[in-house]
C-alpha cells in the first residue's frame, strides 16, 4: 500500500531536487502491473508537467520508443535498470543516441 501524502512528498521532492518539473515532458513507459506506472501519470498531473503516453506494445517497440523521444522532446524517463540498459545499448546498436539528447532526468528503480 502507498498512501497518497507520502507518494505526493515523493514527487514534490524530485521537485525540491531538480530532477522533475513542471517543464518536463514524461513518457510513460510502464505497464499498469508496475507501480511505477502511478509515478508517471499521476506524478506529472500533480507536479503539472507534460504526459507522453505510448501506443500499446510501445514500450517493447524501441525504434517506436527511440523515435518518439525525438518527435515529443521527451526530457524525463523512469524504469527499471534492464529496461533502460537493453534500450540504450539499442540506441547505441543504431546509431540513434541523438534521439535521446532531450533526456534530463533518467530515473531507475526497481528489480
Known amino acids: 500500500q ?5 507518494f505526493v512528498e515523493c514527487m514534490n521532492s524530485l521537485v525540491k531536487v531538480g530532477k522533475f518539473s513542471q517543464n518536463d515532458i514524461v513518457v510513460q513507459i510502464s505497464r499498469c502491473t508496475f507501480d511505477i506506472h502511478v509515478d508517471d501519470i499521476v506524478g506529472a498531473l500533480i507536479i503539472g508537467a507534460t504526459l507522453v503516453m505510448l501506443r500499446p506494445e510501445g514500450n517493447i517497440d524501441w525504434q517506436y520508443l527511440s523515435t518518439l523521444l525525438k518527435e515529443k522532446n521527451i526530457t524525463y524517463m523512469h524504469s ?9 545499448l539499442f540506441l547505441k546498436n543504431t546509431n540513434s543516441e541523438s534521439n535521446a539528447f532531450l533526456l534530463r532526468s533518467l530515473c531507475s528503480s526497481g528489480e
Do not use: K
Not at 2 to 6: F, Q, Y
Not at 80 to 88: D, G, I, K, Q, S
Open 2 to 6: 502507498l498512501r497518497h501524502r507520502n
Open 80 to 88: 527499471v535498470p534492464t529496461y533502460l540498459n537493453n534500450f540504450f
